[in-house]
Nanobody, 121 residues
Framework: QVQLVESGGGLVQPGGSLRLSCAAS????????MGWYRQAPGKQRELVAA???????NYADPVKGRFTISRDNAKNTVYLQMSSLKPEDTATYYC???????????????WGQGTQVTVSS
């Protein structure tokens, strides 16, 4: 069984910082793409940032220059460092990844359970 578990969400004041973590566990052969999405109440889920196995990254325009995505391949973990947080960053943040299992050798897309980030004074 492969699963993604997020941590690090919480309440932070505008201008503050948070670091989210997402660890993949199970019988994993390899992890290709890893990314973070978010969904605010009444809105569609949107991509925040993504990183490939080779380290290439891309960011949504609203978070460019404020958020940094990184990954530790040895730990099967992806991070999202969020700085200069704004109230509009308030959402549930979800980890997403394309993971190839050891057996059967197949690649599937997985989602974490989500972690709440609230930016408010």
């Amino acid at each position: 069984q492969v699963q993604l578990v997020e941590s690090g969400g919480g309440l932070v004041q505008p201008g503050g910082s948070l670091r989210l973590s997402c660890a993949a566990s199970g019988r994993i052969r390899s992890i290709n793409y890893m990314g973070w999405y978010r969904q605010a109440p009444g809105k569609q889920r949107e991509l925040v940032a993504a990183v490939t196995s080779g380290g290439s990254t891309n960011y949504a325009d609203p978070v460019k220059g404020r958020f940094t995505i990184s990954r530790d391949n040895a730990k099967n973990t992806v991070y999202l460092q969020m700085s200069s947080l704004k109230p509009e960053d308030t959402a549930t943040y979800y980890c997403n990844a394309d993971i190839t299992r050891i057996w059967p050798i197949e690649t599937r897309n997985y989602w974490g359970q989500g972690t709440q980030v609230t930016v408010s004074s």
